[in-house]
């Protein structure tokens, strides 16, 4: 195989997409490599191990969410449902065009009670999801129950998501979207 230049980025974008859709355990560093058009001891030349590359895959994905998702509720130029309509198209958007379903949810599953480091990612990614959610919709419930309902709406889009994948239709996990758009 040919030797070619390649980015850090690169190599999670494909390493994202491999443990996605064959899991983390199923995903080799050769087949890390062969996604990449590299050869498996390149992959050395930009990461240490495997764990690195699980890890760095779970922070680019929560920095993705951080940058794209949840910070629209932090907009102080729109309204209350105008950014959570914003809020659910996004993530729609992002797991409508996601094949393998949501990393984070799959690896927390998978590896979360052997990896402590993975672990500790993925609780950071979800209580960033849910506490962007209670900050939209504080105000209309008191802080208690915006929390309760963001940790709901985060639970019911990770099953939204499993069930999508697994029946290969999105018109259940769209109705979890409307129904937190519906508490608006």
């Known amino acids: 195989m040919a030797i070619k230049k390649t980015s850090r980025e690169d190599i999670l974008r494909n390493s994202i997409k491999l443990f996605k859709i064959n899991g983390y355990y199923n995903t080799s560093m050769a087949k890390i490599a062969s996604a990449c058009g590299l050869i498996k ?105 915006a929390l309760e309902l963001a940790k709901e709406y985060v639970a019911l889009t990770q099953g939204a998501i499993m069930m999508m994948t697994l029946h290969n239709e999105t018109k259940s996990y769209l109705k979890v979207g409307q129904k937190i758009i519906d508490l608006i």
């Open 41 to 145: 001891g390149s992959i050395y030349h930009y990461f240490k191990s495997k764990d690195e590359i699980g890890l760095e895959s779970l922070k680019y994905i929560h920095q993705y969410f951080e940058d794209n998702i949840y910070n629209i509720a932090y907009l102080d130029n729109m309204s209350k449902k105008e950014k959570i309509r914003l809020f659910v198209k996004r993530t729609d958007e992002y797991f409508l065009d996601s094949e393998g379903g949501c990393l984070l949810g799959n690896l927390a599953l998978e590896v979360s009670s052997e990896n402590v480091m993975f672990k500790d990612e993925i609780r950071a990614y979800f209580l960033a999801w849910e506490e962007a959610l209670a900050f939209i919709l504080k105000g209309r419930y008191t802080q208690d129950e």
